[in-house]
Nanobody
Framework: QVQLVESGGGLVQAGGSLRLSCAAS????????MDWYRQAPGEQRELVAR???????IYADSVKGRCTISRDNAKNTVYLQMNSLKPEDTAVYYC????????????WGQGTQVTVSS
């Protein structure tokens, strides 16, 4: 069973930075991609950033220019560096990894809370 363990969340003032980490229990190249999602209270979970197995990245418009997704292959860890944080970035951030064979299989971490105070 795949485990994804997030860390790095916390309380930060607007304009500050945080780096989230997601450690996978197996080689991250075994996934088609690894994502960061977030879910604010009363809102749907939304994709924040993605890094594919071949290194391509995509970002939500709301975080472009402020967030960077990266990976450390040796540590099987994906990071989300978040800068210039805004109160609207407050949410639980989830790590996701997926594999597509004849169907898509998703794996999720437990989530880490990010709170940005104004």
């Amino acid at each position: 069973q795949v485990q994804l363990v997030e860390s790095g969340g916390g309380l930060v003032q607007a304009g500050g930075s945080l780096r989230l980490s997601c450690a996978a229990s197996r080689n991250i190249f075994s996934f088609n991609a690894m994502d960061w999602y977030r879910q604010a209270p009363g809102e749907q979970r939304e994709l924040v950033a993605r890094i594919t197995s071949d290194g391509r990245t995509i970002y939500a418009d709301s975080v472009k220019g402020r967030c960077t997704i990266s990976r450390d292959n040796a540590k099987n860890t994906v990071y989300l560096q978040m800068n210039s944080l805004k109160p609207e970035d407050t949410a639980v951030y989830y790590c996701n990894a997926f594999v597509v064979t004849n169907r898509r299989t998703d794996y999720w971490g437990q989530g880490t809370q990010v709170t940005v105070s104004s």
